[in-house]
């Protein structure tokens, strides 16, 4: 009970959920119990996040904006993590975060104007980052026929973005470090 993380995610497409459920699997290696919640399936109840000594949470984006449940979620608990110093990580799969170079401006952009936005301070205990995405034009893809006609769209300015592939740019030992840096302050 008292070593008990949340991790609550908004994906569209699979790529967050992915990177929630590694955030579960090595927080349960360390010795923590999980509860991972995908915001978009659970309608009714959200959990009270002062039951847990840490909170995850992430979001994908899609023209420029994390999913509303994400969004959503964050804000409704910005006067708890702000008044209690609740131990927070967030972060993001986005298309253009998937070039390093090209990531701290993404996460100005995404992340912390979104926290000035909402009003939540940035003190110790809130770490974020924005992890690169996915995307698949591939022959299996589960993007509907719009998100497909969009992706191919922006293939045409987008080296990235490759028509007829999958093109996965999340870096694993980025987001392991994301995770491991979140333990060591749980601990
Ligand atoms: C239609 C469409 C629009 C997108 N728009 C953006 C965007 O504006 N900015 C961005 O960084 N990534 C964009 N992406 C890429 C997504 O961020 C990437 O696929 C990510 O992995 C999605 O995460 P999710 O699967 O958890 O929703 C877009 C992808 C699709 C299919």
Do not use: C, H
């Amino acid at each position: 009970m008292s070593k008990q993380v949340l991790i609550a995610y908004g994906t569209r497409f699979g790529s967050t959920e992915e990177i929630s459920i590694k955030f579960q699997q090595i927080l349960e290696e360390n010795g923590f119990a999980v509860e991972l919640i995908d915001l978009k399936a659970k309608k009714k109840g959200k959990p009270n996040i002062t039951n847990y000594i840490g909170v995850l949470i992430g979001s994908g984006i899609r023209i420029t904006r994390w999913t509303k449940e994400a969004k959503n979620f964050l804000k409704n608990n910005i006067k708890t993590i702000n008044e209690n110093k609740i131990l927070v990580g967030i972060y993001l799969s986005s298309g253009e975060a998937s070039d390093p170079d090209k990531r701290p401006a993404i996460i100005e952009k995404y992340l912390v104007k979104v926290f000035e936005e909402l009003g939540l301070n940035l003190g110790d205990n809130v770490l974020y980052d924005a992890f690169g995405g996915v995307f698949d034009l591939s022959k299996t893809t589960n993007l509907s026929w719009i998100n497909r006609k969009m992706l191919n769209t922006a293939a045409d300015e987008d080296p990235n973005i490759v028509r007829n592939e999958r093109r996965d740019y999340r870096d694993w030992d980025q987001i392991n470090k994301f995770i491991e840096d979140f333990i060591r302050k749980l601990e």
